[in-house]
């Protein structure tokens, strides 16, 4: 299957921090998708970004389909931005309905 | 937005009793659901895709008649996991991609801890 790679594996900030969490696949995807999973278990969908750039509030992401990664930006982050963020990928074609989950980025952030 | 409702969110069992796990979609029709295990600090595994109407689709090395799946409807699939044991206790998730989502985005239930005792 797909390999998806996400560094860094952990991350301290503190709070007013700007950070860039990073997500690597190793082929083609259809479909990416950020997710922010909660203390509580609960994941939380952040972006459908298969390419390009789209911003919501404090957060962007961008994904370079072409060099197979994707960057997720956190500004001026807040304590309730703390848990693990996964990158999610879905291959193209024949693979067509099987997400692929990057290990994750616990991200702490420290009032 | 879409969500996905799942239950029982905890639940205790004995070894060698079965427990079963719904997963809803709440406001839209889901075609393809799909089962994920997590263990503690570990990344979600994909155990089987769920297709309304049809046998579902296990990955490789997940026992089929261990973790019973069944798509009876476009809002309900649920997940059995039959002759628990302590092993098998973990955080059990669903997920579900609206049909025809042009976006092709899947929204997740907000998990289920099993503790087999």
């Known amino acids: 299957g797909i390999q998806v790679e996400q560094s860094p594996p952990d991350l301290i900030l503190q709070e007013g921090a700007n950070s860039t969490l990073r997500c690597n696949f190793s082929?083609?995807?259809?479909?990416l998708q950020w997710f922010h999973q909660n203390p509580w278990g609960q994941l939380i969908n952040l972006f459908y970004?298969?390419?390009g750039t789209k911003q919501n509030g404090r957060l962007s992401a961008t994904t370079v389909a072409t060099e197979r990664y994707s960057l997720l930006y956190i500004s001026s982050s807040q304590t309730t931005d703390s848990g693990v963020y996964f990158c999610?990928?879905?291959?193209?074609?024949?693979?067509?309905?099987?997400?692929?989950f990057g290990s994750g980025t616990k991200l702490n952030v420290k009032p | 937005g879409a969500v996905v409702s799942q239950h029982p969110s905890r639940v205790i069992c004995k070894s060698g009793t079965s427990v079963k796990i719904e997963c809803r979609s709440l406001?839209?029709?889901?075609?393809?659901m799909f089962w994920y295990r997590q263990f503690p600090k570990q990344s979600l595994m994909l155990m089987a895709t769920?297709?309304?109407?049809?046998?579902?689709?296990?990955e490789q090395g997940v026992e089929k008649d261990k973790f019973l799946i069944n798509h009876a409807s476009l809002t309900l699939s649920t997940l059995t996991v039959t002759s628990a044991h302590p092993e098998d206790s973990s955080f059990y998730i669903c997920?579900?991609?609206?049909?025809?989502?042009?976006?092709?985005?899947?929204?997740f239930g907000e998990g289920s801890w099993l503790t087999v005792v």
């Open positions: 997920s579900a991609r609206p049909t025809g989502n042009w976006e092709n985005t899947i929204y």
């Open positions: 082929d083609s995807v259809n479909n």
């Open positions: 970004i298969p390419s």
């Open positions: 999610a990928v879905e291959r193209g074609l024949y693979n067509f309905n099987k997400f692929y």
């Open positions: 406001d839209f029709q889901a075609t393809t």
């Open positions: 769920s297709n309304e109407g049809s046998k579902a689709t296990y």
